[in-house]
């Protein structure tokens, strides 16, 4: 049987639009990792055609422990719009989403284009700037519960994001100390060096990833390098400050 791509597209739209739970497509769909891409490419056309636009692009699975425990063998991506960039210090309303979930990463600010297979070296001269930033991941399946085709077609759980101050990417990277403060208790600690070792692989990997879907990622376009600690679920109340070695600091407050 064939699976009605547009449907489910729409589908997972509706519910990241309407902050409301739908089961796993899994449950009733056999889908192809390339079938999971179009569907979440069509579902992000739906926010474009609504007047969002497209800013970037985030990385997911970048941890050697969450692949395993996808049973996965590479990273998975996602696609940002400018609706989902919250302000650096400002609030989120808990009311946009169905069971958020907050991670520490680093964002890429790129000065050219990049895409296919590229090196290090030429990853970073594509560079023009590096930042602390915090993502807000929503899954919207039931329980957050999902398979590896799942949470591809629902844009590898992407929702939203703040980015703090922007830096020169001309220096190192690998291991830079992180840390997530809840209502200025420390939550979480972390490296850079939970993102594939260095975070420049992880923008290795975005170039390679979206060239086999036709894609590029584009001078001025965001990418996201993926989380370095587990993420946490978020409640109303929290202020969630994440503060990185060198980089400086980027937080919201989560409203209702």
Do not use: C
């Amino acid at each position: 049987m064939s699976v009605d791509i547009p449907r489910l597209a729409m589908l997972l739209d509706d519910a990241a639009r309407n902050a409301t739970a739908v089961a796993q497509i899994s449950a009733t769909e056999t889908l192809t990792l390339e079938q999971a891409y179009e569907i979440q490419r069509q579902s992000i056309e739906r926010r474009i055609a609504r007047g969002e636009r497209r800013i970037g692009t985030k990385m997911g699975f970048t941890s050697r422990a969450k692949m395993e425990q996808m049973g996965v063998s590479d990273l998975i991506w996602g696609r940002l719009t400018h609706a989902m960039i919250a302000e650096d210090g400002g609030t989120i309303s808990r009311k946009r989403f169905v069971h958020p979930r907050v991670e520490p990463e680093v964002a890429f600010l790129l000065r050219k284009p990049l895409s296919g297979i590229v090196t290090a070296p030429q990853a970073l001269d594509a560079v023009e700037a590096i930042a602390p930033a915090l993502e807000i991941i929503d899954s919207r399946y039931q329980n957050f519960r999902f398979s590896l085709t799942d949470v591809v077609a629902d844009n590898s759980s992407s929702s939203a994001l703040t980015i703090g101050p922007w830096n020169t990417p001309h220096q190192a990277l690998d291991n830079l100390g992180m840390v997530v403060t809840v209502n200025g208790r420390p939550q979480t600690f972390g490296s850079t060096a939970a993102i594939m070792g260095d975070p420049l692989r992880s923008l290795v990997a975005a170039a390679r990833l979206v060239a086999m879907s036709g894609e590029v990622l584009e001078a001025g376009h965001i990418v996201m390098a993926g989380g370095a600690t587990a993420a946490f679920e978020l409640f109303v109340g929290m202020h969630v400050q994440l503060e990185v070695e060198r980089l400086g600091r980027t937080s919201f407050t989560v409203a209702e």
